[in-house]
Structures are given as C-alpha cells and as structure tokens.
C-alpha cells in the first residue's frame, strides 16, 4: 500500500507554465482519475509522479518518501500507456516476464507472477501467443499484466482504453473495475477524457482546469454540487444547461427571473444583499421535466434524438442564446416541431455567480 502527498507542484517548459500549485493528498489503496481538457496537464502531471517528466517545483512524497530526485525504477510504481507497447516477436508470456528477467529475479518467483496476473486478467489461454493473435482488448490487457507482475505500490494508467473501439471500450473498463477489486490494497491513478470511465471507476475525482486543479471529490458530488460553472459543464453528459438571470427573492429558497422570462426557484439559499445579483441557474438535462404554466424555459424542439430508453431534445434559440437540451424518459419523437414548457425541481437547480456556486462561498 503507498500514499502518495504533492505538495505545490509544478511544471514548467522554459517560461511556459503548464502546472502550479498542485495540492493532493492520495489515501493507500484510492483509485484516483484525473479529468479535464486536452491540454489541462492531466498527462504531464502523471508523467511527474511516474519520473518520466522532471518536477519544476514542489515536491512529492510517496509513503512520506521524497521522489523528486528518484529514478522512475525506484519509485515502486508501474505505468500503462495509452499504447500497447508490446514486444512484437515476444509472445504474451515474454512480454510479460521480461522486466523481472532483466532484474534478474528468481524464475520461480516469475512464473508464480505470471501465473497470477494472467488468472486475474484471464490470459491463462493467451500465454503463447503472438500479440498479432490478440484483439485490441486482449493486448491492453497484456499491457495491464506486464505491470501487475512487477508487484509495485502504485499503479498509473494514461488513458488505457482510447485506442479501442466502443464495444472494447466498455467491456476493458469493466475488467479495470474488477482488477481494482481484486487487488484493494494497491493505488491507483487513471487519466482520462472519458466522463463515463471517470464517473464509474474513481474513489475520488481530480477535476484539472487551469494550470491547477478545480475541484476534487467523489463522483456524485462533484455531479451534484459542482463548486464552478466549469465543473458544472465539464462533468456530465449532456453538458449543464446554464440560463442568465437576476436574484429577485431571497432565503432558504431563491428565485430568479430569467433573460428568457422565465422564472427559477432554487434551494441554494441566498442573503438580502443578493437581491438584484447576475446569477447563471443550471439545471441538468435529465432534471428538466414538462411544465404547465410558467415554467424555466419554453421553446421549440428542433431535433430530437429518441435513444430508447431516453429522448434527447434540443430546442430552437435565440441568436446569442444558449442552446437548450432536455433528456426526458421513454420515447418522444411526436414532440419536433412542437413548443414544450420545461420546469425542475428548486432542489435540481444551481446558481452560479461570475462562474463560481453560491454553495461554496
């Protein structure tokens, strides 16, 4: 088991900043999923703790151990890349044995490894194969048992599944789950773009914006109480609807009258001196329910995409207006073309202010 501890991290390219400031306390036996957009660092950040990229500031600690100055073999850490990087000419068994071999273990000690990461990643029928002979999810797979078998603290994953199509996608990430739960006691951090892999396998979530880091906590709270606009939108799928608006009742339940005009109440409570505040309400797609009367938003469905289980509708909008989506349940294609009112739950209902919840101040 290790905990990990960065403490004001940085990173730096000549004067490009690509990090600062990097506060995180990692718990023995996590599994931690950095998150955030193409270029945000999530990688780079990895690549630190791994010691295949040189820290400009700060200093981390594995197992109250500082890493900084510590060669990548030393670190007690294996690393799954975003490539399979097998040996071609290796079969399945030689890819994986190959670092114990140059470390000189006991082949005893080999096999045994060998043995339990392809019973626990089910390649026992794959061990003498070629990875030509193996699907995209069979050498990612391979790719997983060449780092189980070293044995290490911690382990690091730097988006393992965007090599695979959608079907393998699923089925590896399931696999990921279960590993997790067959090894408990070992840590683990995963890179990803991919908000479903984050939401389904991560302990805690690492939200990276910025340079730094916006918000980390568990799945659900960063889904339901996202401390910024940005979090609000970039978790979850479809994005947080946002409308502008201005505070027009105050207390344990907020009101505001929307651009659009509409009116929103919300249970984030609010004090006297918010009245008249600029304030952006969310409310997420699936929260949007039809409304009779007054309600947060009515306009024209212009596409709807009936997936079974849920319909997606997209709404018609103004120029310069945001463009609006409701994922109801069941089948709704009767409803393009037609106006529909939508209203939420005050409970359903963010408010934002200059980017930032009203929660979190």
């Known amino acids: 088991m290790a905990d990990l501890s960065l403490k004001q991290i940085a990173k730096s390219y000549g004067e490009v900043n690509v990090l600062k400031d990097i506060d995180l306390e990692i718990a023995a036996?996590?599994?931690?999923?950095?998150?955030?957009?193409?270029?945000?660092?999530?990688?780079?950040?990895?690549?630190?703790?791994?010691?295949?990229?040189?820290?400009?500031?700060?200093?981390?600690?594995?197992?109250?151990?500082r890493m900084n100055d510590v060669p990548p073999a030393q670190r007690g850490i294996a690393m799954v890349?975003?490539?399979?990087?097998?040996?071609?000419?290796?079969?399945?068994?030689?890819?994986?044995?190959?670092?114990?071999?140059i470390?000189?273990?006991?082949?005893?000690?080999?096999?045994?490894?060998?043995?339990?990461?392809?019973?626990?990643?089910?390649?026992?029928?794959?061990?003498?194969?070629?990875?030509?002979?193996?699907?995209?999810?069979?050498?990612?797979?391979?790719?997983?048992?060449?780092?189980?078998?070293?044995?290490?603290?911690?382990?690091?994953?730097?988006e393992p599944l965007s090599n695979l199509d959608a079907a393998l996608r699923v089925a590896t990430r399931i696999e990921i789950a279960q590993l997790k739960e067959a090894m408990p006691e070992r840590t683990m951090i995963y890179v990803t773009?991919?908000?479903?892999?984050?939401?389904?396998?991560?302990?805690?979530?690492?939200?990276?914006?910025?340079?730094?880091?916006?918000?980390?906590?568990?799945?659900?709270?960063?889904y339901e109480r996202p401390n910024s606009e940005f979090v609000a939108q970039f978790i979850g799928s479809p994005a947080m609807n946002l409308l502008p608006g201005e505070v027009i009742g105050t207390g344990e339940v907020t009101t505001v009258r929307l651009k659009n005009g509409g009116t929103a109440r919300s249970h984030v409570p609010t004090r006297d001196t918010d009245m008249g505040l600029q304030v952006n309400i969310g409310v997420r797609p699936e929260d949007f329910v039809?409304?009779?009367?007054?309600?947060?938003?009515?306009?024209?469905?212009?596409?709807?995409?009936?997936?079974?289980?849920?319909?997606?509708?997209y709404f018609t909008h103004a120029e310069g207006a945001p463009t609006m989506i409701a994922k109801l349940p069941g089948i709704h294609s009767d409803l393009r073309r037609r106006s529909v009112t939508l209203g939420a739950d005050p409970a359903k209902v963010h408010l934002f202010a200059e980017g930032r919840s009203l929660l979190y101040r």
């Open 29 to 65: 036996g996590e599994l931690i999923v950095f998150v955030g957009p193409s270029g945000c660092g999530k990688s780079t950040l990895l690549r630190m703790i791994a010691g295949l990229e040189r820290i400009s500031g700060g200093d981390l600690f594995i197992d109250e151990q």
């Open 81 to 101: 890349f975003q490539s399979y990087a097998l040996y071609p000419h290796m079969t399945v068994r030689e890819n994986m044995v190959f670092a114990l071999k």
């Open 193 to 222: 773009h991919d908000q479903v892999e984050a939401m389904t396998l991560a302990s805690r979530i690492v939200v990276l914006a910025n340079k730094g880091i916006a918000q980390v906590g568990s799945p659900l709270e960063l």
């Open 290 to 313: 039809p409304a009779e009367g007054e309600g947060i938003y009515t306009g024209t469905v212009d596409i709807v995409e009936a997936l079974g289980e849920v319909t997606l509708l």
């Open 103 to 158: 470390a000189k273990k006991p082949q005893a000690e080999i096999d045994a490894a060998v043995e339990n990461a392809a019973r626990i990643l089910q390649l026992t029928p794959y061990l003498d194969r070629l990875p030509k002979a193996l699907s995209g999810g069979q050498r990612q797979r391979v790719a997983i048992g060449r780092a189980i078998v070293r044995d290490p603290k911690v382990y690091l994953f730097d």
